[in-house]
């Protein structure tokens, strides 16, 4: 039976059998027997990470030991707002870093808990908990980003939409042109507009 460690676009924890492209954390989650209570995060630095890094193993979801996550793609790491591993993405940390100060307007290069701590802010409503959504029009979001329509989350990609599921990407659909409600956070989509580009699942080249 899969364990309970794959995250959506939504930020949602779930059990599948797709691993994905990329491993991350939120802190240790998980009790004795790999089974998630009812904390989803416990640390404000969400991270994406490799999946191999300097040949290092691990027993997923060690006794107090973080909880490993995985995710389809960066895109849709970014979009449950997760940030670069400055440790074994450090290259890419540093573009995020690039990129998120242009696109934030900011006068210094922005440190990781100055960006965990706006991500932390921007990720949930403080009293349910449950993913912040926010609305803007479709036209101005970059590649990258996530929107949700009907309850699906969907991919923005040049001036199509792709429709997000664990088995890949759907086919390209035109974008409408209307207001949706944005998934990925609003840091994260200045970030990518600024030029971030997030490492995409094979199915989005479809």
């Known amino acids: 039976m899969p364990l309970q460690n794959r995250v959506t676009p939504f930020g949602e924890i779930v059990a599948v059998p797709e691993r ?7 802190g240790v989650l998980h009790d004795e027997q790999k089974r998630l209570g ?20 691990r027993t ?18 970014i979009a449950a707002g997760h ?18 100060q242009e696109g934030m307007s900011l006068s210094e290069v922005p440190r990781a808990p100055e960006m965990d701590a706006c991500l932390h802010a ?40 792709r429709h997000w599921s664990w088995q890949g990407y759907g086919a390209a659909m035109s974008r409408p ?7 990925t956070p609003p840091s994260s989509v200045a970030a990518l507009q600024a030029g971030y580009q997030p490492v995409l699942h094979p199915s989005a080249a479809a």
């Open 60 to 77: 997923v979801m060690t006794p107090r030991r973080y909880t490993e996550l995985f995710f389809f793609d960066e895109a849709a790491a």
């Open 20 to 26: 994905g492209l990329f491993m991350g954390n939120r």
């Open 83 to 100: 940030r670069p591993c400055y440790e074994c993405r450090r290259a890419d940390f540093r573009k995020w870093q690039a990129a998120w």
């Open 122 to 161: 921007e990720r949930h409503e403080p009293r349910t908990r449950q993913k912040r959504l926010w609305t803007a029009p479709l036209d101005d979001l970059p590649n990258g980003s996530f929107v949700e329509i009907e309850g699906q989350a969907y991919l923005v990609q040049s001036d199509c939409l």
């Open 177 to 183: 042109r209307a207001t949706v409600m944005v998934i």
């Open 38 to 57: 009812r904390r989803r995060w416990v640390l404000k630095a969400w991270l994406i990470c490799l999946l191999d890094f300097k040949g290092r193993q």
